[in-house]
């Protein structure tokens, strides 16, 4: 099972601010992933990347951006919140190998007035 | 259509009872299937993983594989009010991408 960190937890902020938030993994899992998850509804991938210094976007229009320089950190930042961000958003690492099983963090659940 | 397909439920089953989830996905080539269980204002937790046809067993959960009719199913034995949770089907597609179910909503009554 791996180790997946995620700060802050919670954030509220205000329209226009630049926030980044913090995803950090302690297996030396290559691929790591974003979701964005309303309460009650599914995930949807945001971005994901293969290692370092590969970053894609995924299925979801986001307004959001990532990068890759060390393999254990992946943050994302949006250049400027808006209330349409407000979400919880999910940070994911896999193990590659014999399964290809994905381990969530905890979340960061942002809310932006 | 979407890629994974569950039925949201809530399915209510009550205490000791079996527990039946189900998830069909839309891509045949998608080799590598996972049920996850969220509690409320969490994040999801792995329960099963399952690669291959036929049936994969752990501790209480059950879970089976039909490649050709493209189903997935999580069997949840004896079940108890803590396994109360949304559960989560995931396919991974293209060795890369996971889709997620919306999930299914379990109450176990005790």
């Known amino acids: 099972e791996a180790d997946i960190y995620q700060t802050p937890r919670y954030l509220v902020i205000g329209t226009g601010k630049k926030i980044t938030l913090e995803c950090s993994q302690t297996m030396g899992h290559d691929k790591m992933y974003w979701y964005q998850q309303d309460p009650g509804m599914e995930l949807h991938l945001i971005h994901y990347?293969?290692?370092?210094?590969?970053?894609e976007k995924g299925d979801l229009s986001s307004e959001s951006t990532v990068s890759r320089i060390r393999t254990e950190h992946f943050p994302l930042t949006l250049e400027s919140a808006r209330p349409s961000h407000t979400s919880q958003y999910l940070c994911a690492s896999r193990t590659e190998g014999r399964s290809d099983e994905q381990y969530f963090g905890p979340g960061t659940r942002l809310t932006v007035t | 259509q979407k890629e994974v397909e569950q039925n949201s439920g809530p399915l209510s089953v009550p205490e000791g009872a079996i527990a039946s989830l189900n998830c069909t996905y839309s891509d045949r080539v998608s080799q590598s299937f996972f049920w996850y269980r969220q509690y409320s204002g969490k994040s999801p937790e792995l329960i099963m993983s399952i690669y291959s046809n036929g049936d994969k067993e752990d501790g209480r959960f059950t879970a089976q594989l039909n490649k050709a009719s493209q189903y997935v199913s999580l069997l949840i034995r004896d079940s108890q009010p803590s396994d109360s949770a949304t559960y989560l089907c995931a396919v991974l597609y293209n060795f890369n991408k996971f889709y997620f179910g919306s999930g299914t909503k379990l109450n176990v009554k005790p």
């Open positions: 990347s293969y290692g370092v210094n590969s970053t």
